[in-house]
């Protein structure tokens, strides 16, 4: 596709749901990126992969969060048992492996709302 | 760890005015420095970097330079139009990841510039 493609646009759980959340990268690209963005705040790191490999998951909050990316394009952010501090919008992004000026593209996110 | 602080906002400005965002940083090793630019409705993008000091970015008018020796790298425009609009994301590269960007950004700036 034309750029990082996120769904659902918005997502609405009550609190002690699960939920997943997709991201199609850009065709081709190596790296893709999981971000968390609270209300109000700039986008913090949450895990990050080069193909399929999870090569860093220091930014997942708790163990209810889990990412995969089995075939190194699509990607699943998975919350289990979702509270209201999980409300945030979550976006993705990916990049080709060129290094470090591999500039960054984002989806336009996934706004969670937990009540 | 590696930090941004952003100035304030809301920002509100009128048309044709003089910008400027201040952020600086806390890092360590010799970051790269980014802005990036939310439009409403819309994925961040990114508007301009600098790789190394003294290095000037500039896209669409926008202009910020890296400065080691006060750490900062404040976004400025000499006349801002109503387009201009968005929250503006200051953010430095952080642990490199297998030679990927990992961005930690600031809280954001919304910027509304008046017709």
């Known amino acids: 596709g034309a750029g990082v493609s996120q769904s659902p646009r918005y997502k609405v759980a009550k609190r002690g749901q699960d939920v997943a959340l997709r991201c199609d990268p850009i065709s081709g690209h190596v790296s893709l990126f999981w971000y968390q963005q609270a209300l109000g705040q700039g986008p913090e790191f949450l895990t990050y992969f080069q193909n399929e490999a999870q090569l860093d998951k220091s930014g997942l909050p708790s163990d209810r969060f889990f990412a995969e990316r089995p075939e190194g394009s699509v990607s699943t952010l998975k919350i289990q048992r979702t509270q209201q501090e999980d409300s945030a919008v979550y976006l993705c992004?990916?990049?080709?492996?060129?290094?470090?000026?591999?500039?960054?593209?984002f989806g336009n996110g996934t706004r969670l709302t937990v009540t | 760890g590696n930090s941004v602080t952003q100035m304030e906002g809301p920002v509100t400005l009128s048309e044709e005015a003089f910008l400027t965002i201040n952020c600086t940083y806390t890092?360590?090793?010799?970051?790269?420095l980014f802005w990036y630019v939310q439009y409403p409705g819309e994925g961040l993008q990114l508007l301009l970097k600098?790789?190394?000091?003294?290095d000037k970015g500039s896209n669409k008018g926008f202009e910020a330079t890296y400065r080691k020796e006060t750490t900062s790298f404040h976004l400025e425009k000499g006349s801002v139009q109503v387009s201009d609009s968005a929250v503006y994301f200051c953010a430095l590269s952080g642990i490199l990841i297998q030679g990927a960007q990992k961005l930690v950004f600031g809280q954001g700036t919304r910027l509304t510039i008046n017709p």
């Open positions: 992004a990916s990049s080709t492996y060129r290094g470090n000026n591999s500039p960054l593209h």
């Open positions: 890092a360590t090793g010799y970051p790269s």
């Open positions: 600098a790789t190394k000091a003294d």
